[in-house]
């Protein structure tokens, strides 16, 4: 019988074994999943019973005696899941942005040190135009720790020796929405009303398609998820329901790329200090033979997939290794999304990008060609600042940049001279450039060289700018001149600062 309920049955029968068995002193939650034996899940469908403390049957009173089957369903007594919240160990920059890697607001706790998350996936904001409506998704515990709010931002640092290096962590967003942390009512078509106990937070990306030159000079990002590959496949398909028994990867930061099966996709678990009880959360199983753990600390806001690599929820926490069946806890994707108002990217829902602007995702068409296509510029600006020459070039165009952006965009001297000497043009080659090391930027462009882009650009911002641009245009002028025709990619460029070492 157990094995023709469909969900709305399965809720239902649910109810209904609630209602008779929490008044039972000691019982605390009732789910639905696989009956388990020993540490080991069957195949066998159960009413899963949480208690307080699982005691003996001649311990048990006669009137407090859980029965064997409800309704012919089989019943599992189970004493319920102690756990908390999980953080993060990620210990590299990705570009572009995927699945599975650090993230942190950079705020300290009380002991000084960084609070830290996973980025599960990416998602569209329902119901706003492309370029503004692209976030991450993760858990509302990783952006509001340490007393995260709206607008705070978001950072991907590396770790050197176990710690956030603050210095290199990249800004890649600002949060967007807190989300949820607790229970969101969310009604699947066609049943009853459950709440569901939801983890969920966004952040939306810094995405910036320049007006000048129609190229994305914010981050770029993947529909994918690090060190995972299910079924061949390594980016989401869509969306589903979690369904007991099948089995589910997660990509995370601190285990990687690991495979479990759901015990329960209407579990409950205690979870923190003081203890608290969430309920209609999925739990998971690690795989028989086992691998150490599903999830473990670092893989917070992981993105949980079956194996048609469609998304069924977020990792928010679970248990250590030193419990005899450490579970992971996951919230179900489909509430958090109706609390967000968000729609996961994948191959069922592909961003748009605006009219004549260009994308900033990539959607990779086979497992393979995610090393292949690995963006390259985050490791270019990190060799650049390792020599001085780097150091002084990068950080005076940092400074600038903003200053030379809108000089280009609102001043006619200069708007006219980047159009003329092929700015546009040469600005997706230089970016390009900085991806791909393979690739190289033309001599000339329409009979315009880089060295005259070079000369009547440096001119126009010498004629336009403020004093301080026009220091730093002198400054670099006559070493940018004799760079210029040396070398045809950004990369060579920067081998050839390594010649003067940084100094600190």
Known sequence: MADELDPRQVLELRERARDRLIPIPGVLAVGFGRKQVGEQLTDRR????????????????AGEVIPAEIEGVPTDVLPIPRGRAFGTQDTQRHSPLLGGITITNLKLDAAGTFGAGTLGCFATIDGQAPRENIVLLTNNHVLATNGGQLDDTVYQPPLVGGLIDKANAGAIAKVHSLGVNGTHGYTYPGEKPVDYYVDCATAKLAIDISSWCDCNCGVSYKNALRDLTVGGRIWLEGVARAVDGETVYKSGCTTGGTRGTIADPLGSAMIGTPAVQVDNIILIDRTNPPDPLFAAEGDSGSALVNDQSRLIGLVFGGQDATEPNPQAFAC???????????????????????????????FAPAAATLADEEDQTL?????ARETAEGRRLYGDFLQHRSEIVALVNRRRRVTIAWHRVRGPAYFAHFAESARHPEHRIPSEIDGVSRRELLERMA?????????????????????????VDRFDDLHSLVDGFGEHPATA
Do not use: F
């Not at 179900?332 to 995702?361: E, M, W, Y």
């Not at 490791?379 to 060799?383: C, D, K, N």
């Not at 126009?460 to 760079?483: F, K, N, V, W, Y």
């Open 46 to 61: 159960a009413l899963r019973v949480y208690v307080e403390e699982k005691k003996p049957l001649d311990q048990v009173a």
């Open 332 to 362: 179900h994707i489909a509430p958090a999304l109706d609390a967000l108002k968000v729609t996961p990217i994948s191959t069922q829902n592909p961003p748009v990008a605006p009219a004549g602007k260009a994308s900033t995702a990539t």
């Open 379 to 383: 490791r270019l600006q990190e060799r």
């Open 459 to 483: 001119d126009a911002l010498t004629a336009e700018g403020s004093e301080p641009l026009r220091a730093a245009i002198t400054r670099h002028r006559d070493e940018l001149m004799a760079l």
